[in-house]
């Protein structure tokens, strides 16, 4: 027993790798933020300009620029692949439930450790963000474990914990700008004022201002060399748009009412945040007992209540609150298997899951069955059934008493279910995406030209950039050099379309997540 408990740290992360960077180099890059992020990446290799961003040759203002070199690394040790763009991702998802398992173990207990894992490695949508080649699991990670040190340096004073905890916060700011600083703050804040540590002394012993500076140190210079290279564009960009315009207005069409973060969240920690309600009332009920279930209840809150003020809303953004809701759901959890609080509600819960378990595989029939492209694949949402079985299962244990036995059977079907998904429900899927199908017709060394606009994924598959003419002219104009090269273009603009009908319709494929399709022509 002593081994296991000594090197259970390191099987947490191994374990926490496999899942997260689970068939990661199987299916191609298609997402719109995934092809984005991963070309510029390749982009800033392919240059070896490290300061500013380009997509497509275009500058790029999302983001800074932490993860592109993780991700030109992975490119640098695996290839321009997928996998190469992905893999980092992979590393910070298992890094982010290595360090909650083993503060939840020193301030909990192994009980709550091991539950709280299982909850995070069994959330299927929580996973799922670590496959992908963009930010927030880099983000996630920082987050977390700018909080978890601020939290360890509250409980022993250790000033090493605020250096990791403001480094944290200096490479977040490197990863996606203010957040990184404003959600530590402001669940800091919060905490302190329940804590009754809301004054001076107790604000200035966390250091704040030489700890802020410490991360402003860390991040600045990349800020001021990108800001002078593009003569403040990239500076305006970022901020004006990607921040402020994004809390105040619904950017890209991506808005929702402020009940839409709270569903993220409940859709983000399935299956078990069907015991949500239980957790956070827990989490308030057994605030005095132990300051680090307060510490998460507080961090949740805050989280969910900024991301559902602000304007734009994404089920990514309130994610690095989920190791914390998981801290939650693992406490309550961990009470009612040993006895410690009541079942009160688990039954409601279950019946709640059983019935989102089956609606998943049914739903997913109809829906593949709806799409004429995707037909031929319906059978692959007979392996969801894989949910109602395990959740069924899980209940019968439940009614019999085997508390434990019903939380790891739920728990197994799920991530056996993400790992289905990964290796082979979305691989299977991808094989209709308009990049794809576009490279049986175009070749990687032919000619191609993009009139007007064209799907993101095509740079980072193809390996190259293209050129972009916004007119017919300079089309015709172009195609006069270049007479056998391809046009591609996935613009909606229908007078823009009929002018395109004087050249050969090669191929006319829609995008699997959005409202465009993709179309090639030949002069």
């Not at 598959?461 to 046009?487: D, G, M, Q």
């Amino acid at each position: 027993m002593y081994l296991i408990y000594k090197y259970s740290s390191w099987l947490v992360f191994l374990i926490g790798l496999i899942i997260c960077t689970s068939f990661i180099g199987l299916y191609p890059i298609y997402i719109l933020d995934e092809a984005r992020n991963s070309e510029a990446a390749r982009e800033m290799l392919i240059s070896g300009d490290f300061i500013v961003p380009y997509f497509n040759g275009e500058l790029r203002t999302d983001k800074p620029s932490l993860h592109y070199y993780f991700m030109a690394l992975g490119y640098q040790l695996f290839g321009i692949n997928a996998f190469g763009a992905r893999f980092f991702s992979g590393v910070f998802g298992a890094l982010t439930i290595l360090i909650t398992y083993r503060s939840v173990r020193k301030n909990l207990g192994s009980e709550e450790a091991n539950i709280t894992t299982v909850i995070l490695l069994s959330s299927l949508l929580f996973i799922f963000e670590f496959h992908l080649a963009v930010p927030d699991p880099y983000l996630i990670f920082f987050i977390a474990a700018s909080l978890f040190s601020f939290y360890e340096f509250h409980i022993g004073r250790k000033r090493i914990w605020l250096f990791w905890a403001y480094a944290s916060i200096g490479l977040g700011l490197l990863t996606k700008g203010p957040i990184a600083l404003v959600l530590p703050g402001l669940s800091l804040t919060f905490f302190l004022l329940i804590k009754k540590e809301f004054h001076l002394k107790g604000i200035f012993s966390f250091k704040p201002i030489l700890g802020v500076l410490f991360s402003l140190v860390i991040a600045m210079p990349w800020y001021y060399l990108v800001h002078e290279a593009t003569a403040g564009e990239w500076t305006n960009g970022f901020f004006l748009d990607h921040n402020v315009n994004r809390f105040n207005s619904g950017k890209e069409g991506h808005g929702g009412i402020f009940l839409l973060t709270p569903i993220f969240v409940f859709l983000g920690l399935l299956p078990f945040s069907t015991t949500i309600l239980q957790g956070f009332k827990n989490g308030w009920t057994g605030r005095k007992h132990n300051d680090l279930i307060l510490f998460a209840f507080v961090i949740s809150t805050v989280t969910v209540v900024f991301f559902s003020v602000a304007s734009t809303k994404l089920p990514n953004y309130p994610m690095p609150c989920y190791p914390f809701v998981a801290i939650l759901l693992g406490t309550y959890l961990s009470g009612v298997y040993s006895g410690n609080s009541k079942k009160r509600g688990l039954t409601v819960s279950l019946w709640v899951l059983l019935a989102i378990a089956l609606l998943l595989p049914i739903g997913g029939y109809i829906m593949l069955s709806l799409e004429d492209r995707f037909k031929e694949f319906k059978w692959i949402a007979l392996l969801l059934t894989v949910l109602p079985v395990s959740t069924a299962m899980g209940f019968y244990f439940y009614r019999t008493g085997q508390l434990k036995r019903s939380f790891f059977s739920i728990s197994a079907g799920w991530i056996a279910t993400g790992l289905l998904f990964f290796g082979v429900i979305w691989p299977t899927i991808n094989t209709k995406n308009p990049v794809t199908i576009a490279s049986k017709v175009i070749a990687s060394e032919d000619d191609v030209i993009v009139y007007q606009r064209f799907d993101s994924a095509f740079p980072i598959n193809f390996n190259r950039t293209f050129p972009v003419v916004e007119s017919i002219a300079e089309l015709k104009e172009y195609l006069v050099e270049h007479p056998n090269a391809y046009i591609l273009t996935n613009t909606r603009d229908k007078e823009s379309l009929k002018k395109l009908q004087q050249f050969e319709l090669l191929l006319e494929q829609k995008a699997l997540f959005e409202n465009h399709t993709t179309r090639v022509y030949k002069n």
